[in-house]
């Protein structure tokens, strides 16, 4: 199912949610969980947009190193 968890495992996780926080709380938790995977899906895809418009990383990436201790070496 979800994760490799089956419906008894589900079960078990929400009642303990529901002994920890309290009824009362849940919509709350229920809120700022959701806000959070909002804030953590819109910041990964505005990261993957900044890669793809940025040529300066995508040429940065590109451009070999060079070891600067072989040349003090010669």
Do not use: H, Y
């Not at 008894?8 to 949610?17: F, K, S």
């Not at 990261?47 to 990383?57: F, G, L, Q």
Request: proline letters at 5%; a negative charge.
């Amino acid at each position: 199912m979800l994760g490799g968890l089956g419906p008894a495992e589900l079960i078990i996780i929400l009642v303990i949610v529901l002994v920890i926080f309290g009824p009362k709380n849940l919509p709350k938790l229920g809120a700022s969980l959701g806000k959070t995977v909002k804030n953590i899906r819109e910041g990964m895809e505005s990261e993957d947009s900044k890669d793809a418009k940025d040529p300066k990383k995508i040429e940065a990436e590109d451009v070999d190193v060079v070891d600067e201790d072989k040349d003090d070496q010669e």
